[in-house]
């Protein structure tokens, strides 16, 4: 089969279209013809092998797995055995190693059926980005109906969904983005978007229950200035820091600071299952939250998709079609 193909840790350079074995599925999976594949900064992460502490999961020399890609959505082809809820032509979506290609093994408590009404392109941006914008605005923040929450990075695939998702919970919710996704921001239900070249929401004055800091690298102090007194940072993956561990000495920084003031601060590492994808394919069908997809790419032009979206050129998500 046809996929995207990397035998080594680097930039897109690395990357390779080309021919591997079809995966073979295990007890427990399914295999999917895969029609489309989301890109996210997870991808980026995976395919650069940074930081060095990721490694321990995905190979620490060189990728375990040579073919790229995380989410995806399509049809089933065939089940393996103790699978029981799925069938042969089923339309699925959820994530696995490999999904960038043609085929993907596919567990059955990481996928779901695709939300009615979207393409297998728009059903390929949720995953990833979707549970854990639910993840970070419903567990981790305990969004309240009538709450402030602050969006620093509503731009983006998961930002792009956190605004949704805030406003579905009764939020008054403001995103914080750059000049060009200002627009895409603001249709999304934000109530007030801030232009962060422009205006530095730490400066603004105001206070907010809820702050999701996505994709970030505010030092924490900045950050609680724009808290209230009790308010909530949630911090969703980061970038910057050193090449070992990224930014994931300001997230634990952010846990132990939290134990002696009376703000709290939390960050997580999130995994699509399936009772989450359940809740973003309900949240999907009632009209609450809908995937805001910039661009595709064919899958030959993958490298590309990567490129454009570690560099900010993409407003919400992008998505490879296979």
Known sequence: MKAILRRTYGPAEVLEFGDVDQPAIKPGEALVRIRAAGVDRGVWHVMTGLPYLGRLAFGVRRPRNPVLGMDAAGVVEAVGEEV?????????FGTCNGAFAEYAAVREDRCAP???GLTFEQAAALPTSAVTALQAVRKQGRVQAGQRVLVIGAGGGVGSYAVQIAKASGAHVTGVCSTGKVDLVRSLGA??????????????????DVVLDIAGNRPLRQLRRVMTPRGTLVIVGGEGGDRLTGGLDRQFRAVLLSLVVRQRMRFFVAVARRPDLETIRELVESGAVRPAVDRTYPLVEAAQAVRDMAEGRVRGKAVVTV
């Open 84 to 92: 029981t809820t799925l069938r042969q032509g089923d339309e699925v």
């Open 114 to 116: 695709k939300p009615a």
């Open 191 to 208: 109530d007030e978007v801030v232009d962060y070249t422009s205006t530095d929401i730490t400066e603004s004055g105001q206070r907010y």
